[in-house]
C-alpha cells in the first residue's frame, strides 16, 4: 500500500460524538483511509480561492428558489436543497474542524446528527426520505451556518502551520460539495416537474427549442458513427495526477477484446423511434427486472417526457416544459431503459473500461456546468463526441471494487466503498456537472432504476459488426 495511503489512514480519524476537543489528539489511533486522493499538494491560496469559489458556486445555483422551493422533497432519492446547503457544510465542520481547529466548538450540536448523511462512524442521523420534514433550522439559519463554517475554514487556511492532511480534506470535501452542486439541479429539477404548473428554475437559454427562432442557423446533427476501438491490455483506473476518488483506484490492467463506440450519445429522436416502436410494450428488450419496473410503474417514455393534447411530445427542463428537440441527446434515462434501448438497436452498453479506454486521450470538456446550459446541446463535428458533458453514460458495468481496492474501516473511509452493491457505472459527467470535477477515470454509480439523474446512452458494439446505425 502506498505510502499516501497510509498517511489517509491516520488522518481521517474521527472522534466519537460528545468528545472534547482538547482529548481528541490523544484519541488518535490510525484506522480510516480517505476517500479521495491528493491534488499533489495544492498551495494554501489556491485552495483559499477554490474554497470560495466553490462555496459561492453552491449559493448561486441555489439562488432562484424560494426559501420553500429549497424546503421541499419531491422524493426518498432527492433531497431538500436547504438539506444540500446544511450538509456540504456539516461536511466540513464534522471531517475538517472538529479534527483541525484549534479550540473547536460546534456551531450547534444538533447539527452533527441532522445532516449526517450516511456515516455510521459519526452516528445517527435523520431518514433520508425524511430530510424534507427538518423544517428546523430554517433557511436563514442554516445560510448562517454557512458563513460561520466558511469563516473558521478560511481562518484554517490562514494559519501557516495549515498541514497537508487539512488542505487534503478541505479538497475532498469541495469535490463532496461539487458533486451535490449537480444534485442540488437534478433534486430540483425533480421538485419543479412535479407541480403541475411546470415553473422553470430558471428562464430558458435562448438556444432551446421555446426559443429557437432563426431554424436556418441552427448547427447540423452529426450523423452517428462507429469509431473503431483496439483491445488488448489497457490501463484502467486514476493515473496519479491530480485529486481522484478512492473508487478509481488501483491502476490496473484490463483485457478488452476490439469494439466500437458510438461517434455521438443517443438522440431524442432515436429514442423516439424506440418508443413508437413499442418498444416499452415489448418484453423481448428488457431485462426481466426492468419489465417488472416498467409494468409496475406504467412507464411508456423517459422521464420528463410529455406527450400534448396535439400529439407532440415536450420535455420538461431546468427552463420549463420545451418542445422535444429531436437532435439533443435523450436523457433522464435509467439503466433498464439505457439497456433495453441498446437491445433494441443491435447494439449494447460499453463497459466501463471500453469507455474509459477511449476517453483517456481525450481532455474532460464539452457541455458541463460551466457551460451554464443545464441542458444537453447538438453534438457536432467527427469522431467520438460528447465523452464529457451533455448526459452521464450508462456503462454495462456493475459498481465494483478494483483489483486490490480495500475499504477502510472509519468515517471518510465510507464515501465509496460500502455502496459497491447493486449499482452500475455511468462516465463522463453530465450538463450538470462542474467542469473541474470530472475527468476519464470519474466513477459515477446508481441503482438500475434511477433516471432523475442526467443520464443517457452511448452505444457499443464489437468489431465486426454491422454499420447500421439504429436509427436507420
Ligand atoms: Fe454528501
Excluded at 489512514?9 to 484506522?31: F, I, V
Amino acid at each position: 500500500m502506498d505510502s499516501r495511503i497510509d498517511s489517509w489512514r491516520e488522518l481521517l480519524n474521527l472522534k466519537p460524538s460528545g468528545t472534547p476537543a482538547a482529548a481528541r489528539g490523544a484519541q488518535r489511533t490510525p484506522e480510516a483511509r480517505g476517500a479521495g486522493r491528493a491534488d499533489n499538494g495544492a498551495s494554501v491560496d489556491s485552495l483559499r480561492l477554490r474554497y470560495t469559489r466553490i462555496r459561492a458556486r453552491t449559493l448561486q445555483l441555489a439562488a432562484p428558489l424560494s426559501d420553500e422551493d429549497c424546503g421541499a422533497q419531491s422524493m426518498p432519492d432527492a433531497s431538500p436543497v436547504k438539506w444540500h446547503l446544511a450538509h456540504t457544510t456539516w461536511f466540513f465542520e464534522t471531517f475538517v474542524l472538529e479534527r483541525f481547529e484549534r479550540r473547536f466548538a460546534p456551531y450547534n450540536r444538533a447539527f452533527r446528527m441532522l445532516f449526517n448523511s450516511y456515516y455510521d462512524a459519526v452516528g445517527a442521523r435523520p431518514l433520508r426520505p425524511e430530510r424534507g420534514l427538518l423544517t428546523r433550522p430554517g433557511a436563514a439559519e442554516v445560510r448562517a451556518y454557512r458563513r460561520n463554517v466558511d469563516a473558521r475554514i478560511l481562518a484554517l487556511l490562514k494559519l501557516h502551520d495549515t498541514g497537508a492532511p487539512a488542505r487534503d480534506l478541505i479538497l475532498l470535501g469541495l469535490h463532496h460539495e461539487q458533486q451535490h452542486q449537480e444534485l442540488i439541479l437534478t433534486d430540483v429539477k425533480h421538485l419543479l416537474s412535479r407541480n403541475p404548473m411546470r415553473p422553470a428554475y430558471r428562464k430558458p437559454e435562448p438556444d432551446l427549442p421555446a426559443a429557437s427562432a432563426d431554424v436556418a442557423a441552427a448547427p447540423l446533427l452529426a450523423p452517428l458513427t462507429w469509431v473503431e476501438c483496439d483491445g488488448g491490455n489497457v490501463q484502467v483506473g486514476h493515473d496519479g495526477a491530480g485529486f481522484a476518488f478512492d473508487n478509481e483506484t488501483p491502476r490496473h490492467v484490463a483485457y478488452l477484446e476490439p469494439y466500437r463506440l458510438a461517434s455521438r450519445l443517443v438522440t431524442n429522436a432515436e429514442f423516439l423511434a424506440f418508443v413508437e416502436d413499442g418498444g416499452y410494450r415489448d418484453p423481448r428488450w428488457w431485462l426481466a427486472e426492468g419489465w417488472d419496473w416498467i409494468l409496475a410503474q406504467r412507464l411508456a417514455h423517459p422521464l420528463y417526457w410529455h406527450r400534448d393534447a396535439d400529439g407532440a411530445w415536450s420535455e420538461f427542463t431546468l427552463g420549463g416544459s420545451v418542445p422535444l428537440d429531436p437532435n439533443l441527446a435523450a436523457v433522464h434515462l435509467s439503466y433498464y431503459e439505457a439497456d433495453a434501448y441498446a437491445r433494441w438497436a443491435d447494439a449494447r452498453l460499453p463497459t466501463e473500461a471500453e469507455w474509459e479506454h477511449a476517453a483517456a486521450g481525450f481532455r474532460p470538456q464539452g457541455n458541463l456546468a460551466d457551460a451554464n446550459r443545464l441542458h444537453p446541446r447538438i453534438a457536432c463535428g467527427a469522431g467520438l463526441q460528447q465523452l464529457f458533458g451533455d448526459a452521464w453514460e450508462w456503462t454495462s458495468s456493475s459498481y465494483a471494487p478494483y483489483p486490490g481496492f480495500k475499504p477502510a474501516p472509519g468515517a471518510v473511509g465510507e464515501y465509496n466503498g460500502k455502496f459497491m452493491v447493486n449499482q452500475y457505472v455511468l462516465r463522463g459527467g453530465s450538463c450538470a456537472t462542474p467542469a473541474d470535477h470530472v475527468r476519464a477515470s470519474y466513477r459515477n454509480f446508481f441503482p438500475a432504476h434511477a433516471r432523475w439523474q442526467f443520464s443517457g446512452i452511448r452505444l457499443a458494439r464489437d468489431a465486426g459488426s454491422s454499420d447500421a446505425s439504429p436509427a436507420a
